[in-house]
């Protein structure tokens, strides 16, 4: 499990009107722990107004550059994102979780590997990540990234990229997508299956795509996995990340059992039970038990709250990460998942 440390912030650099970057300093005796494979993401905690609040951020630099760096874009009524798009001064510190994180890229320069991106709004992170580790470590493989925004004034890491397309030229490709703005060379509109037949069936027919990474709105992911599916490719090859899930309302809700549940929790080596309400989820009851049980989103789109069911059963209410062969083995995002048996031992360490 990991533990929250105190990093100050080194650097803050502003990228759109409405969204910094934030680069933090890490001693020499935490630098292991903060070693990252590129598109994983970091936990911050902090209080506002008297609340603690966590949030989770990916990582937007590659694991050779011996930085910690994130990106956060400010979204209406968002709490966290906007004390630190308006609030937060180099110096500040911020409680800090190690990198976590499924979506990843693991370089392997033994073979020419070619990578498609697919992102939307600050689904560039990660993505940004990826394709920095790729073009550095893996110097035969071509990239293709198509980025969809409104304008190109809330482009994050615009000017990043193309210097990256300069300096990769023979490497890297992007294809903007906006959808307020005619822009030269740039797509009209917004990433959908039209845009996905034109680059990877017209523009890039050329290149044979082993790996493809997808991250942004919910729909936006959906849009684009259809299409490479009806294209034959092998769903194994095609990896994506939430950044923000579909409304509450919107989700086939399971029936819930009104019953108790006698659970058994280990987290951080120690393990407790008690008597939960199967009407909570099980990380809600393992909270209420003040176990440091971990968690960021609670909204089912990260995987910080990641367990395993070592005996008895549970239902989840979404599921957008794991998946079917993870739930066979056991694995639950605890902030969906309902017992439905009398009695279950859920393991956050087993995982």
């Not at 790729?134 to 493989?141: G, H, K």
């Not at 069936?201 to 299409?227: Q, R, S, W, Y």
């Not at 003040?290 to 789109?301: R, V």
Request: net charge negative; aromatic share 8%.
């Amino acid at each position: 499990m990991s533990s929250f440390h105190k990093l100050a912030i080194k650097a803050i650099q502003r990228e759109t009107d409405k969204a910094i970057s934030i680069s933090f300093n890490v001693p020499q005796n935490l630098k292991e722990a903060y070693n990252f494979k590129a598109g994983q993401y970091i936990t911050l905690k902090t209080t506002i107004n008297g609340n603690e609040v966590r949030r989770d951020y990916s990582l937007c630099v590659s694991p050779k550059s011996n930085e910690l760096k994130i990106a956060i874009k400010e979204v209406k009524d968002g709490t966290f994102s906007a004390y630190a798009n308006n609030e937060l001064k180099v110096g500040d510190t911020l409680e800090v979780a190690p990198p976590k994180g499924r979506f990843v890229f693991e370089p392997n320069d033994n073979k020419t590997k070619n990578i498609a991106a697919f992102a939307a709004g600050s689904g560039i992170t990660p993505i940004l990540s990826i394709i920095k580790c790729a073009l550095e470590e893996e110097v035969l493989s071509k990239v293709i990234l198509v980025y969809g925004n409104k304008k190109t004034n809330d482009t994050m890491f615009l000017n990043e990229l193309l210097e990256l397309q300069h300096e990769y030229k023979d490497r890297f490709s992007v294809q903007f997508v906006f959808s307020q703005q005619d822009e030269n060379d740039a797509i009209f509109g917004r990433i959908e299956k039209s845009t996905v037949n034109y680059v990877m069936k017209n523009k890039h027919k050329h290149i044979d795509v082993d790996a493809f990474f997808l991250c942004g709105p919910e729909a936006m992911i959906h849009t684009v996995k259809d299409v490479l599916t009806e294209h034959d490719i092998d769903e194994n090859r095609i990896h994506f990340e939430l950044f923000k899930a579909a409304k509450p309302a919107e989700i086939q809700e399971e029936i819930v059992a009104t019953g108790n549940t006698k659970i058994t929790v280990t987290v951080d080596d120690e393990t407790t039970t008690f008597e939960m309400a199967q009407k909570q989820t099980i990380l809600e009851a393992a909270l209420d038990e003040d176990l440091d049980a971990p968690y960021s989103c609670q909204g089912g789109i990260c995987s910080s709250c990641l367990a395993r069911v070592k005996e008895g059963e549970a239902t989840m209410r979404q599921n957008n990460i794991l998946t079917e062969s993870e739930v066979a083995e056991g694995l639950i995002l605890t902030c969906q998942a309902h017992p439905t048996t009398p009695k279950i031992v859920i393991d956050f360490d087993d995982v």
